[in-house]
Nanobody
Framework: VQLQASGGGSVQAGGSLRLSCAAS????????MGWFRQAPGKEREFAAS????????YYADSVKGRFTISRDNAKNTVYLQMNSLKPEDTAVYYC????????????????????WGQGTLVTVSS
């Protein structure tokens, strides 16, 4: 599966952005999807994931209550709605697909995700 992330940009603290990740391929609806982020000078970290059918979501503590992950399997797209943004949310955001079909897990390891998009930059100014 090929993934194309978009929607990044610059916003002031307290603002909102919505990221999108469009997927190609036939099996998107069977894949758990995730969003990761990498801040300048830091390692990439897990942000959120959603089960293949959208019934289950999981968030890192740092974004819980502010970010919402969702998906539209008819459009082969996963979203990350980011509200109440903080300067520490500044990062390159990556979408990723867990290509083990119909897996129901809350694992946050990068190793669980076999396909990655190119990343989109989010900059939050104070």
């Amino acid at each position: 599966v090929q993934l194309q992330a978009s929607g990044g940009g610059s916003v002031q603290a307290g603002g909102s952005l919505r990221l999108s990740c469009a997927a190609s391929g036939r099996f998107f609806s069977s894949y758990r999807m995730g969003w990761f982020r990498q801040a300048p000078g830091k390692e990439r970290e897990f942000a959120a994931s959603i089960s293949y059918n959208g019934a289950s979501t999981y968030y890192a503590d740092s974004v819980k209550g502010r970010f919402t992950i969702s998906r539209d399997n008819a459009k082969n797209t996963v979203y990350l709605q980011m509200n109440s943004l903080k300067p520490e949310d500044t990062a390159v955001y990556y979408c990723a697909a867990d290509t083990r079909s119909y897996v129901y897990t809350t694992g946050t390891s990068e190793r669980d995700f076999g396909s990655w998009g190119q990343g989109t930059l989010v900059t939050v100014s104070s």
